[in-house]
């Protein structure tokens, strides 16, 4: 998440790329070269492609894993030494976590919700780092999570208690509301490479497609002001 900028130390000296003021008669340090250099050298990290294909695999196979030994095993875990045991694990996630349209309607009308509150609710605008690569460009961010917090808390509130949704509901479909996410959370880090690589700008490409699916083809995905990825990293996943 972006920070905002320091308070200038020197009124005529220019920010570097980390938003401090330097002065412009002292040598630039290793860090501070010039910015295409970093796209020209790509650092593979998290294991590159290997280890991304391994977390993009196992990840959800492990959350799986742990929401069914609470679920059928009450917390207790489950063997997978054996094919049989492996057999077993992946007929419980068919049985309790299969998508369903009730799944898929309630989390896209969450995120959409979500994604209507971070658009409108009041909250102070705060500029982002420079960016070296658009000409030291700062992006605005409007910081209104709290109002977005506490309003999502008094919907849950009136909808819960006036029985238009209980929210039992959520507890009882958890295994599909997973799934669904899940899903959606692949989809989106696929299309976005796509339409990136198709008509955007991507940025720091390694030349391996899974890594940079991965990693994420744009720098700033943006729906108007609605910062993607804030919305991606905290919106979604700190609400839940």
């Not at 630039?28 to 010039?34: A, D, G, R, T, V």
């Not at 940079?212 to 609605?226: K, Q, S």
Request: glycine share 8%; net charge positive.
């Amino acid at each position: 998440m972006s920070t905002t900028q320091p308070r200038s130390r020197k009124a005529n000296t220019p920010p570097n790329q980390n938003g401090r003021q330097t002065d412009a008669s002292s040598p630039p340090l290793k860090h501070q070269k010039e910015h295409h250099n970093s796209d020209d050298h790509i650092v593979k990290e998290f294991g590159g492609p290997i280890g991304v294909t391994m977390m993009m695999i196992f990840f959800p196979l492990l959350m799986n894993y742990l929401w069914l030994c609470v679920q059928v095993k009450s917390g207790s875990l489950l063997s997978l030494l054996s094919v049989k045991d492996i057999k077993i694990f992946f007929g419980l996630i068919t049985e309790h976590a299969t998508p369903t349209w009730f799944a898929a309607k309630l989390y896209l009308g969450f995120c959409l919700l979500q994604g209507f509150l971070a658009y409108v609710m009041p909250g102070p605008i705060v500029k982002g780092l420079p960016i070296p690569t658009e000409n030291n460009k700062q992006l605005e961010y409007r910081c209104n999570g709290v109002w977005s917090f506490y309003t999502l808390a008094v919907i849950a509130l009136i909808v819960h208690n006036t029985g238009i949704f209980p929210l039992t509901r959520i507890v009882e479909n958890f295994g599909p509301l997973m799934s669904v996410a899940i899903i959606t959370g692949m989809a989106c880090s696929f299309g976005m490479y796509f339409a990136t690589m198709i008509g955007g700008k991507p940025i720091r490409m390694s030349g391996n497609v899974i890594y940079d699916i991965f990693m994420g083809a744009p720098l700033n995905p943006r729906i108007g002001r609605l910062d993607l990825k804030m919305f991606a990293e905290i919106r979604i996943p700190w609400v839940i």
